[in-house]
């Protein structure tokens, strides 16, 4: 049974260390840059892993798979992105007008930064550099109801960053960014934490949720999950220390 405590304890930690390990589920970003001049650039990125009909369990394309997909392969996932935008985001100015981006696609890393290490993760990234029509007082997205991944919403204008920043998902509305100003028209909602939530839950009168399989509820069962990932660590730690003295 000794020789069996290592195992349990590294079996342990695999268990509670690997939703840490998986790849988190992608996203859309949709970042804009607005100038004093009425230049604006629009950026949007996406995860090819987005394509996939479960882009949860979906391995990257890093950017050593890119060197090996042939030019065919490359444009077809540059057409997939084309039609993909245009199921999930919709760009909106005011007063209302019709806005389709010319989207030029590339392959980049994150952030639009370029490929460098082999391990890279690829992202498809499309630029549209154009003028703002004439008259536009405001700027936004909707997040369309036939998406199924989360939108971010990014700005910025005269080279800085506007602060606020939304996490879309399908069917909202970004606030609106005041051209004029460059600042949202809406105040943000407050944040939301543990104090809130507790709040809002006893005000509606609901119980703790339950551990279906030991119940507890749900901050001991993170606890519990805590305390079984860390147990593990020391377990395998402490067997590799005497192994080595041994």
């Not at 369309?144 to 989360?150: C, D, H, K, N, Y």
């Not at 100003?181 to 909602?189: D, H, L, N, S």
Request: aromatic content about 6%; some cysteine.
């Amino acid at each position: 049974m000794k020789n069996m405590a290592p195992s349990l304890c590294m079996l342990a930690l695999l268990a509670f260390a690997s939703p840490c390990l998986a790849h988190p589920l992608p996203d859309v970003a949709v970042r804009a840059h607005f100038e004093q001049n009425g230049d604006w650039m629009l950026q949007v990125e996406i995860d090819p892993r987005s394509f996939q009909p479960d882009p949860n369990v979906a391995p990257y394309l890093t950017n050593a798979d890119l060197g090996v997909t042939p030019a065919e392969q490359q444009a077809k996932l540059k057409a997939q992105a084309r039609e993909y935008v245009l199921r999930v985001v919709e760009v909106v100015l005011d007063p209302v007008v019709e806005v389709k981006p010319d989207l030029a696609w590339e392959f980049t890393a994150a952030e639009n930064v370029p490929l460098k290490l082999p391990e890279d993760p690829v992202m498809l990234t499309g630029t549209w550099r154009t003028k703002l029509p004439a008259g536009s007082t405001g700027y936004s997205i909707k997040a369309l109801p036939g998406g199924t991944l989360s939108v971010l919403y990014h700005n910025t204008a005269l080279g800085k960053k506007v602060e606020r920043y939304q996490i879309l998902f399908p069917g909202e509305t970004s606030y609106v960014l005041d051209l004029k100003t460059f600042t949202p028209r809406t105040k943000a909602p407050p944040p939301i934490t543990a104090e809130s939530l507790e709040a809002a839950a006893a005000a509606a009168g609901a119980p703790d949720a339950l551990c279906a399989l030991c119940g507890t509820d749900s901050k001991e069962r993170y606890t519990l999950s805590a305390v079984a990932a860390v147990a593990g660590i020391v377990g395998l730690v402490t067997w590799l220390r005497k192994r080595k003295a041994a």
